[in-house]
């Protein structure tokens, strides 16, 4: 099993939404991302939560520069679980995600069960 762990300051990404606005937005999230945490009040705690998702998950990968952020997605089922999957990755490992948020950070960890 392989793990990685990312946290975020959600003011850091406030301040690169509010900087290059929709455009860094579709650069690193999905539609599905971007709708998802729209609709939520503090949609900024969303995009850092799934944010630090996609960096916990390229930890755990090992820092593979074959995959980007965009092509990681975090979505969640309809129970509310995280669910991640990644665009043209060559491993067929599940992967298994959490996320929290408090006022200022975002916190996510990634285990990848080989």
């Not at 762990?5 to 690193?28: N, P, Q, S, T």
């Not at 009040?41 to 990968?61: C, E, P, T, Y």
């Not at 074959?66 to 043209?88: A, E, F, V, Y």
Request: aromatic share 8%; charged share 25%.
């Amino acid at each position: 099993m392989r793990c990685g762990l990312d946290i975020v300051e959600i003011e850091r990404i406030k301040k690169a939404v509010e900087r290059w606005g929709y455009h860094f937005l579709e650069h690193i999230f999905s539609l599905q991302e971007i709708e998802y945490a729209q609709k939520h009040k503090n949609s900024f705690q969303h995009f850092a939560a799934r944010f630090a998702a996609k960096g916990a998950v390229i930890k755990a990968l090992g820092n593979s520069k074959s995959i980007n952020l965009k092509d990681i997605k975090i979505i969640n089922q309809h129970n509310g679980q995280p669910l991640c999957t990644i665009d043209r990755c060559p491993i067929k490992n599940k992967i298994f995600i959490s996320m929290s948020h408090t006022k200022k950070y975002a916190v996510a960890n990634a285990l990848i069960k080989e």
